[in-house]
């Protein structure tokens, strides 16, 4: 079946623009995590959706970031007044159940780039 | 300090060498254990999944979990250039969603 996709897969923009990154989890996937990769770093955990609880955005670095999900579908990452330092690959992850032992599976990732 | 400490390499090896990637951790909380696989431009892929100590094999992989060290292990056994790829150490706690990962070692096996 599908994996996770995510689009755009690159994405350059100015400082200051606002973007705005997409991700479709596998059909059946309760659970949606969005994470971010800076050259030389591990995965930065971001936000995390379960079904229809409140999301955990414990991991937004700034209020310039912000996440939603309709439902158990499809999820966007917005970024708000881009800033150099926000260039990375995000990365999106769902998984079957609630749990961080539920394999997560992962989409190829949006390469961002602020100039 | 870091919750997960991974040596980012590079590591370089010959084809058929035994490869050893490590992570040291600081949560004694931590009961789950993975270890990702990440080719260049691809999302992460789980290689294999321990739970709180022991060793688990499959196939040419080996994962190990010292909880008393707080030290995990990845073994690949006669290594192949297909194995060239970056691993990621991640772990999470019982009942937690969080995942936290590794920085990640990149690895080459030359042919």
């Known amino acids: 079946g599908a994996g996770v996709s995510q689009s755009p897969s690159n994405k350059v923009t100015e400082k200051g623009k606002d973007v705005e990154l997409r991700c479709d989890p596998i059909?059946?996937?309760?659970?949606l995590y969005w994470y971010r990769q800076s050259l030389g770093q591990g995965l930065e955990f971001l936000i995390y959706f379960q079904g229809n609880s409140a999301p955990d955005k414990s991991g937004l670095p700034s209020d310039r970031f912000s996440a939603e999900r309709t439902g158990e579908s499809v999820s966007t990452l917005t970024i708000q007044r881009t800033q150099q330092e926000d260039s990375a690959v995000y990365l999106c992850?769902?998984?079957?159940?609630?749990?961080?032992?539920?394999?997560?599976?992962f989409g190829p990732g949006t390469r961002l780039t602020v100039l | 300090q870091k919750e997960v400490e991974q040596d980012p390499g590079p590591l370089s090896v010959p084809e058929g060498a035994i490869v050893s990637l490590n992570c040291t951790y600081s949560?004694?909380?931590?009961?789950?254990f993975m270890w990702y696989r990440q080719y260049s431009r691809k999302g992460p892929e789980l290689l294999m999944y321990?739970?709180?100590?022991g060793n688990k094999e499959d196939g040419r992989f080996t994962a190990q979990v010292d909880k008393s060290s707080k030290y995990i292990s990845l073994f690949i056994r006669d290594s192949q250039p297909s194995d060239s790829a970056t691993y990621l150490c991640?772990?999470?706690?019982?009942?937690?969603?969080?995942?936290?990962f590794g920085a990640g070692t990149r690895l080459f096996v030359k042919a």
């Open positions: 321990t739970y709180s100590s």
């Open positions: 949560n004694s909380a931590f009961q789950y």
């Open positions: 059909s059946g996937h309760t659970a």
């Open positions: 991640a772990m999470a706690d019982t009942g937690g969603f969080k995942t936290i």
């Open positions: 992850a769902s998984s079957l159940i609630e749990g961080a032992h539920d394999t997560q599976y």
